[in-house]
């Protein structure tokens, strides 16, 4: 009988140490699970939010659409005092539509106040051409806006802070950007072609009538300008799970040559023409790409077009922004290598350079007034 109440007393101080241990787990697992389940939120900066681009891209930030459906943001907006309000209202509609991933909005006219802290800068905000406005006029205004905003981001942004330059002239005002804020690692200031690269994969897929993420690797050189040159010589479509060149599946390198380049060229200004207004969803959703591939990653086998700071790869003198086809990996991006050129790219690649060195000295003579 005494053994038996000796038994059953271990038996019983066995079970309530086995529920404990459950128990235990199950709150260390809870815990594990709220750690891996809340990251820090990235600060995201957009200037000129109050503008047609900023408009529709900070909702696709808010959203999850740039840095991934589990990454938590704070929005700061930038616009200027005339834009104050308006500013002011597109704050109001970010927190009415509850985005759970948003965990702080900053909407402000103080450069320094909404350039703290901030781990990503996309720069929409700048000086746009008028009819009748002299090229130097609106380099001039550009100048005086990105050297004060280059001071701020330098002064008070992260240390790794990464800056995509979306308002155009977007190279110059990206080299203009990085003149100004020569602390900011050159690695870390780019500008946007990468609407031009979706473009390009666009025409392409409706030229086969194939989906256009069946399209890959094609180029966007240079200037996001007119002189910009879309070159397809390395990309290639995949249709049946086969995949073969463009210029194969196109079969026809006279369109190649003169509409498709024409085509993705002239593209900004005919949405212009068409909607009396630039291309805003489009130029949004792009900006998203870009920073989305150089924080985590192109898709191994695939390059995407970037405006960066050219180290003399492919002959383009180092100290341009200018775009190139390139990889990410771990939040850096490097120039894919050793791609054949022909005759005729180089020509375009010529004319595109050609331009932007223009831009370059207009810009630089302008720094002194
Ligand atoms: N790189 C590309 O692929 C691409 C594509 C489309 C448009 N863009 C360019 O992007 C820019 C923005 O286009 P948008 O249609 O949104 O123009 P928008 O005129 O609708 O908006 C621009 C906003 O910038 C603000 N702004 C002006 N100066 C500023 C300053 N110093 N600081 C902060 N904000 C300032 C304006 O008040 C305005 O709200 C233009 O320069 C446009 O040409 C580039
Ligand atoms: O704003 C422009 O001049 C056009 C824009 O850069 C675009 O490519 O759509």
Known sequence: MYMEMEYLGLLQKFLVVFVCCALLWKIIRYLL?????????????????????????????????????DQPVILHMLDIEPAKEALEGVKMELIDAAFPLLKGVIATTDVVEAC???????????????????????????????????????????????????????????????????SIPDKNITCLTRLDHNRALGQISEKLDVHVSDVKNVIIWGNHSSTQYPDVSHAT????????????AVSNDQWL??????TVQQRGAAIIRARKLSSAL?????????????????????????????????????????????????????????????????????????????EKSLAYSCFNE
């Not at 330059?165 to 804020?181: D, H, Q, S, Y």
């Not at 003198?317 to 771990?330: D, H, M, N, Q, R």
């Open 33 to 69: 699970n709220l750690l891996n389940m809340e990251k820090d939120p990235v600060t995201v900066l957009v200037t000129g939010a109050a503008g047609q681009i900023g408009y529709a891209l900070v909702p696709m930030i808010a959203r999850g659409v740039m840095l991934g459906p």
């Open 257 to 262: 040559k003169t509409e498709f380049i024409a």
């Open 116 to 182: 703290t802290d901030v781990d990503i800068a996309v720069m929409v905000g700048g000086f746009p051409r008028t009819e009748g406005m002299e090229r130097r006029d609106v380099m001039s205004n550009n100048v005086s806006i990105y050297k004060a905003q280059a001071s701020a981001l330098e002064k008070h942004a992260s240390a790794n802070c990464k800056v995509l330059v979306v308002a155009n002239p977007a190279n110059t005002n990206a080299l203009i950007l990085k003149e100004f804020a020569p």
């Open 237 to 248: 479509v995949t249709t049946d799970s086969r995949e073969m060149s463009v210029s194969k």
């Open 282 to 358: 489009s130029a949004a959703s792009s900006a998203c790409d870009h920073i989305r591939d150089w924080v985590l990653g192109t898709p191994k086998g695939s390059w995407v077009s970037m405006g960066v700071y050219s180290d003399g790869s492919y002959g383009i003198p180092a100290g341009l922004i200018y775009s190139f086809p390139v990889t990410c990996e771990k939040g850096e991006w490097s120039i894919v290598q050793g791609l054949k050129i022909d005759e005729f790219s180089r020509t375009k690649m010529d004319a595109t350079t050609n331009e932007l060195i223009e």
